[in-house]
């Protein structure tokens, strides 16, 4: 198990801003800070985040990105916010670093992302578990644990969350200024847990963010055969979703939710009451961005 | 002038989802499209966009990762969605190409933005024209023009806006899967018209998205001093906006609104009518992520 630091930084400032009425008012915005990663002394990427939980960010950045297949090759992680570095230590080196962030491709994420290497090729030797299920009233209970949880969003807005649930049971929730980064935290933590709890044919990971090709590879590379979003999809992280078998539900609310691909991962046992009326021009307008 | 193609292709596609009712439903979702970038026959990045402008799309994100500094340098830009290319010929090449490219910065945009060099330096030396001044009757002018376009958001949601105003009449309205490929396109466009029109103290910057620090500095870099989000602003981004000389305006809505940075350069001349209660904590809740 890597050595980590534990570097604790305020997640929101309070600001004084001008409002409608030329009145002073004071409110809480999120930080972003600029994290340095350095791999045994040789830098390999600044990340724009919150820092909450730095350590676990470096550490699923580097297994999302394919840098690093297992933890035992990570002897140390150390954060420093001072200077806004993470020094990664490894065992025996990263074999062809060079060559494996050589190749971009900036995704649309909401920014442009970065994935190095060849993800999409990856993509092609990826199967999530064929008879993994998730039932529609653990789906609702899945909206309506991340709708109660305290959260920077809540306090200061600006920041995308993920949720990573074993059916219906939260097992961890970040928050991030980037919807990918908040993804990457969950992949560094689920990596330093007992590994038979973290097989993800039981997981659901929820985003706040939009289904993309990124955000549906990554789920995916974490092995969640469920993902739920209160946002929509695009038509590459639908296809993605088909091929892999990921079971993909935007625009969760409360009750209300669309089943993009692998709907016969969802037991119905849960559909409202009332039947529905004839579906309507305000049925195409999406419920939020 | 470099020539360009006019690449076509449909922004949404139809797809069949299963609703709440377990039933199924019709309706659109936005495109997302890997399109690599070559220049002069060497890969630079893979962009995923929503493909409304390829073109402008290429010559933007030249411009802000500073590969490229004069339009006239660029020869052609040729797209070809069969093969989801755009090959760019240049004049006489990009100086230093590997060395601009080598150092990484993952943004937050929304996702892991990727900007090259070193662009935080350059910010130390944009100051954006000091008399530039926006009244709040234009500023609301803005906000409805946004509100009332015709969108591929409204049609089929997960993508981000970007308008660029002329005071508050609009001069482009751009949509995308990813929020700075929409910025980018605005500046190529920019690029392409007539210098003397596309200064940048009388224009206004609107974006759907975060005013994280990529954004303020792209905009800073159009030299447009007044950005207006219906979202809201991180820490790092209000601070390069104090830095540089730029408005920033969050939470604006049709009345509503909160300016994070120099609001001398806002005329106050529509207050809302109504004076206002006191604040309330429901004032520190974010309207939009």
Not at 60 to 83: H, P
Not at 172 to 183: I, K, Q, S, T, Y
Not at 237 to 247: D, I, K, P, R, T
């Amino acid at each position: 198990m890597p050595h980590l630091t534990a570097a604790q930084v305020p997640l929101t400032c309070d600001v004084t801003v001008i409002n409608e009425f030329g009145q002073p008012q004071r409110i809480a915005i999120p930080a972003e800070r600029a994290l340095t990663v350095y791999v045994d002394k040789r830098e390999l990427v600044t990340l724009m985040t919150l820092g909450g939980h730095p350590e676990w960010l470096v550490l699923g950045y580097l297994r999302n990105q394919r840098l690093v297949t297992s933890l035992d090759d990570i002897e140390s992680v150390t954060v420093d916010w001072d200077v806004g570095a993470a020094a990664v230590k490894t065992r025996h080196g990263i074999d062809e670093i060079e060559a494996k962030t050589a190749s971009k491709v900036v995704t649309t994420g909401c920014g442009q992302g970065s994935m190095f290497g060849s993800l999409m090729a990856e993509v092609e030797r990826l199967q999530l578990p064929v008879k993994a299920t998730l039932r529609q009233s653990q789906l609702q209970n899945v909206v309506n644990t991340i709708r109660l949880q305290d959260s920077t969003y809540k306090s200061a807005g600006s920041v995308h969350g993920c949720g990573l649930f074993r059916g219906d049971e939260l097992l961890l929730f970040v928050e991030d200024v980037g919807r990918h980064n908040a993804v990457d935290t969950i992949a560094g933590w689920m990596w330093l847990q007992d590994p038979a709890q973290m097989r993800g044919d039981d997981k659901v990971f929820y985003t706040t963010g939009r289904l993309t090709s990124e955000m549906v590879i990554k789920s995916a590379q974490m092995g969640i055969p469920v993902v739920v979003s209160r946002s929509g999809m695009t038509q590459m992280g639908l296809a993605v979703a088909q091929q892999v078998g990921l079971c993909a539900v935007g625009r969760a609310t409360h009750r209300r939710m669309l089943c993009f691909s692998h709907p016969e991962r969802l037991v119905f046992d849960a559909m409202p009451p009332v039947p529905r009326r004839e579906v309507s021009e305000s049925d195409m307008q999406p419920a939020v961005a």
